[in-house]
């Protein structure tokens, strides 16, 4: 209202100008017109800026999520009124605090504080993962750097509760779990019965009930192979998958496995070539046993997804402080859009369901996880209708 009254006071300043001194009166009224309009711009400009203003804060007061802008100094410049609700906190309290001095009886953010701090005391720019900030609470936090024209600003924090998807992830954990084990026992007194009729133990078989038996038994060895998938995923998702990592030469346990696979390698045709230093590598503390499992996952998925006559080309090398596994096929590869879901669970790509229908879609959610719970990193590169590459780095027994 202010600004309006200021502005009908300039508009009427320059009509009392002498016009006497202005050779064309025309002029002076275009000049004033002139004027009108720019003030009449400017008030619209600020009009939009306030109404634009007004709906960032409409839209940051009614977040379900948590929110807390930071500035350049890491202190608290706005908060909503979900944040508040989950520091048991008022606005009055928080806001110019800085967001290392908060504390809260509600929820430990000194976990997160700790996670976000670099070691010159200032905050990482960007960063998100999941917490456990009380009993039985969970939040999944993220934090972005503000920046103007490169230069940095502060920070928005946005913290998630997830507390209620922990806890039905939870209970479909156990259902699974205790739905693994109930079939297990059946399935493995069907194992046995098969092979005991298939033995010869309870009579002689003509060749048409030899092979309806033997398809029987193979059916029943795939739903056991699942069945023990599911378990394996359990007791990582609950922290019961046990590692006892001991001195290793990673080449040893590849070779295995490629042994064991022989039969399907034959099958298939497919060429192995191995491509590993002259000298002895470095040993890496593992679990054999779960390690096994993980590279074995990948070593049946290049196989089952490269057509007969395909390659696969396994590389063992000594990389700074790691020792890097690759397995390399010339398999149907991964689309492009379905890459980022490559290691969760339950995840086929398209095109290998076409290919091969079989598969629980668990074995590269269970690589990931043995690999990352020994030290280790995964990752691939991928071209559909090209083939995939595995990579995998385990750390080196330092001597």
């Known amino acids: 209202m202010k600004k309006n009254m200021d502005q009908s006071k300039q508009i009427d300043e320059l009509s009392s100008i002498d016009s006497c001194n202005i050779d064309n009166k025309e002029e002076f009224r275009r000049i004033r017109s002139a004027f009108l309009n720019i003030f009449e711009d400017v008030e619209e400009s600020r009009r939009l800026a306030e109404s634009e203003k007004n709906k960032t804060l409409r839209i940051v007061k009614n977040l379900t999520d948590g929110l807390i802008v930071l500035n350049q100094d890491n202190r608290i410049e706005l908060v909503n009124p979900s944040i508040l609700d989950i520091l048991n906190k008022k606005e009055s309290e928080v806001v110019g605090e800085s967001i290392f001095d908060i504390v809260t009886e509600k929820i430990d953010l000194k976990i997160f504080l700790d996670a976000v701090r670099r070691e010159d005391g200032q905050i990482k720019e960007v960063f998100k993962e999941e917490f456990c900030l009380g009993e039985k609470i969970y939040y999944e936090i993220s934090l972005v750097s503000l920046r103007e024209e490169e230069i940095e600003k502060g920070h928005l924090v946005l913290i998630r509760d997830i507390s209620k998807e922990k806890l039905v992830d939870q209970m479909k954990t156990e259902f699974v779990s205790v739905a693994a084990h109930q079939l297990r026992t059946p399935l493995s007194a069907i194992k046995w019965t098969i ?194 590459t595995f990579f995998i780095t385990l750390p080196k027994i330092s001597k």
């Open 195 to 388: 092979r005991m009729i298939l033995d010869g133990d309870t009579g002689d078989l003509n060749e048409e009930q030899r092979d309806f038996l033997g398809k029987t038994y193979e059916s029943n060895e795939r739903m056991i192979h699942l069945v023990n998938d599911l378990l394996n995923v359990t007791r990582i998702d609950e922290g019961r998958f046990v590692y006892k990592p001991e001195p290793m030469q990673l080449e040893d346990i590849v070779d295995e496995i490629i042994k064991q696979e022989e039969t399907s390698i034959s099958l298939k045709k497919i060429k192995v070539s191995w491509v590993l230093p002259p000298q002895l590598l470095p040993e890496v503390l593992v679990d054999k046993e779960k390690l096994e499992i993980a590279i074995q996952n990948l070593v049946e998925n290049a196989i089952k997804y490269t057509k007969e006559g395909g390659d696969m080309i396994i590389t063992i090398e000594e990389i700074d402080e790691n020792i890097l596994l690759k397995i390399k096929d010339s398999g149907v590869g991964i689309p492009k859009d379905q890459q980022s879901r490559i290691f969760t669970k339950f995840f086929r790509g398209e095109n290998v369901i076409r290919l091969e229908t079989e598969g629980s879609g668990l074995g590269l959610y269970t690589t990931k996880n043995i690999i990352e719970a020994q030290k280790g990193k995964i990752w691939f590169q991928s071209e559909e209708g090209e083939g995939t």
